[in-house]
């Protein structure tokens, strides 16, 4: 009994698998016949099939790999194979041998047919068993609006169970019922839907609707689209609030470093933007030792050049004080002169060394990709770009409040010769503190290196702006420079889509240049007789 019921399921799967193909097969072979007309209305009667097995068919149209064979004018899938092509059969996949080029030709696709594709795509990837493959075809049935899809959207949200894809298929629908000839009570609960998706997709489809649509649809479909617009202005000053605080942080982790030196020794340093610069070299530095050593370990690379973009950029700066800045101390406009000279030696050290174009700086996996949170995107990058600085802001703070060293810096920039007459070694001092800063802004080239081009030119761009700040939050003074940092550039956010990114700034320094005038030492000044005096 069991042998024979064996049988008959054998039987059964012989007799249903060439029903199957034969069901398919004259439809696929339309594809390649005829216009694109003709190919576009293949291609539909394919997707009203409803059939799953379809769309292996569908996609190597959509990446150009199905072509038909010239010597029986069978559909086929043909991949470059050596000197050839391997061909494969589109619905079962089984190898088909490999032929000449010349012996078969390619199905062409316009930008019509490519559209249609999409939607096909869409409709038979609606019943999936993959809830995420059943959103992205939910997406695409809403971006192509195709009428064609109705029915199988119909049929796939009576069957789905998970919230999110259904809400995604809701609103799918509601767009193609929108380009439809569906009746005005079905149009309005559509609008509904959009009203309530509410991103600048849904509020084009409106906008369409309101163009298009019967007095009543009309009308609903304004009163929509005041509430989305209103909408996604509050989210968009939410976006430039947090724009704000990424360009903030930036600026934050450039200035840092300036605020001390600039607050012990009163030097202007010009070469400040290049200690970043020079951070930045050392981590794409790091990354290419990962790349050819321990590839498999490349996400860490990240961790490893924090410790040695802060020993480079720091060791450099020791140097300049050393060789050059200690001999110019309370000539702040010869600081000025020769800083520049070696911002100006080192950009060309650098030019000699790594060339003058940009080197590729990678992101790790874990800061790559972005997330929604309501009406904002925010990519994974900045965001650890902002915890960084707050880290390191959090980090230098405690080492000047809580060790011997940074009791050391305060009292060197309070009073320098009462300091020097308690024992401390000031110049030991002013060594040391501009190696911190210089190793502080060598920490945020890192940082810039995920969101900037790393070139010789790279600290320039952010040089000017470390020094409004500085001279904003108040010379020295690191809550100041924190405070200064996130307002100047919020600040920046806001102004630039009304005035410009150039014209932003120049309004941002003019407004720096009236503020010093009324507060000279910025917004915290530092206390001290020294500093009094």
């Given at each position: 009994m069991?042998r024979?019921?064996?049988?008959l399921l ?7 698998t ?12 339309a594809?390649?016949?005829g ?5 576009e ?5 394919l997707?009203e ?18 072509h038909?064979?010239k010597a ?12 050839g092509v391997?061909?494969t059969?589109?619905l079962?996949?089984a ?9 078969v030709?390619?199905?062409k696709?316009?930008?019509s047919?490519?559209r249609?594709?999409?939607?096909a ?7 999936s ?13 809403f ?10 959207l119909?049929t ?6 998970d ?14 019922v929108?380009?439809s000839s569906a009746?005005?009570a079905d ?13 600048r ?9 309101a163009?298009?649509g019967g007095?009543?649809?009309?009308a609903?479909a ?14 968009g000053?939410a976006?430039n609030l947090?724009?704000?605080?990424s ?9 840092i470093g300036l605020?001390?030196t600039?607050g012990?020794?009163?030097?202007i ?5 290049e ?20 590839p498999g370990?490349?996400?860490l ?18 140097a300049?004080?050393r060789s050059?800045?200690?001999w110019?101390?309370?000539?702040p ?21 790594f060339?003058?174009t940009n080197?590729e700086?990678?992101?790790p996996s874990?800061?790559?990709?972005a997330?929604e949170?309501?009406g904002l995107t ?8 902002v ?6 802001f959090?980090?230098?703070?405690v080492?000047?409040r809580k ?22 070694r000031?110049a ?6 501009f190696?911190?800063?210089s190793?502080i802004?060598?920490l945020?080239g890192?940082a810039?290196?995920q969101?900037?081009?790393?070139s010789p030119n790279?600290?320039q761009g ?8 500085v ?5 020295g003074n690191?809550?100041?420079?924190l405070?200064?940092a ?5 600040v ?9 990114a150039?014209?932003?700034k ?5 407004f ?20 009094e005096?």
């Open positions: 069991h024979v019921l064996s049988w054998a039987a059964l799967i012989a007799v249903a060439p029903a199957f193909a034969a069901d398919l097969d004259p439809l696929v072979r594809l390649g016949t216009t694109y007309a003709d190919t209305k293949a291609l539909a009667k997707a099939t409803g059939d799953t097995a379809a769309v292996p068919v569908i996609e190597a149209l959509q990446t150009g790999d199905l038909v064979r029986d004018g069978a559909v086929v899938v043909a991949r470059k194979a050596g000197n391997a061909l059969d589109p079962t996949g190898a088909l041998g490999e032929a000449d080029r010349s012996a030709e390619k199905i696709i316009n930008n047919l490519r249609s594709i999409s939607a795509l869409g409709a038979l990837t609606l019943m068993p993959n809830p995420q493959t059943r959103r992205q075809a939910a997406d695409a049935v971006k192509s609006r195709d009428v064609n899809a109705l029915e199988a119909d796939a949200l009576a069957k789905e169970t919230e999110g894809v259904r809400r995604a298929m809701f609103q799918a629908r509601a767009a193609v929108l380009n009746p005005d149009k309005i609960a559509a609008v509904e839907t959009l009203k309530a998706r509410g991103d997709d849904a509020l084009a489809l409106l906008n369409a609707a163009n298009s007095a009543e649809v009309k609903v304004e009163r929509a689209i005041a509430s989305v617009e209103q909408r996604l202005a509050l989210w000053a976006q947090w724009y704000g605080l360009l903030g942080s930036v600026l934050l982790l450039a200035a605020a001390v600039f012990v020794m009163g030097v340093n010009m070469a400040h933007g200690m970043v610069m020079i951070g930045a070299y050392a981590t794409f530095l790091v990354q290419e030792v990962f790349r050819t050593f321990a370990l490349f996400d690379s990240i961790l490893v050049a924090l410790p040695v973009a802060f020993l480079a950029s720091g060791a450099v700066g020791v300049i004080e050059v800045i200690r110019l101390y309370g000539r406009l010869e600081t000025l002169l020769a800083t520049w000279g070696l911002s100006l030696a080192l950009q060309q050290a650098v030019r000699s060394i060339g003058p080197r700086v990678g992101a874990w800061m790559s990709g997330f949170l309501g925010i990519t994974y990058g900045r965001l650890w770009i915890v960084f600085a707050f880290l390191v959090a980090a230098l703070l080492a000047l060790t011997a060293f940074g009791l050391n810096i305060r009292a060197v920039t309070q009073n320098r010769s009462m300091a020097s007459a308690m024992g401390i000031t030991r001092v002013d060594a040391l503190t190696g911190l800063g190793g802004a060598g945020a890192v810039l290196s969101i900037d081009n790393v790279l600290g952010y040089i000017i702006d470390s020094f409004m700040v001279v904003f939050g108040g010379v690191l809550w100041g420079t405070v200064g996130l307002a100047l550039g919020s920046n956010k806001f102004l630039e889509p009304y005035a410009g150039v014209l932003g120049i309004l941002v320094l003019i720096i240049i009236l503020f010093i005038q009324r507060r000279p030492r910025g917004l915290f000044a530092l206390k001290g007789r020294a500093v005096a």
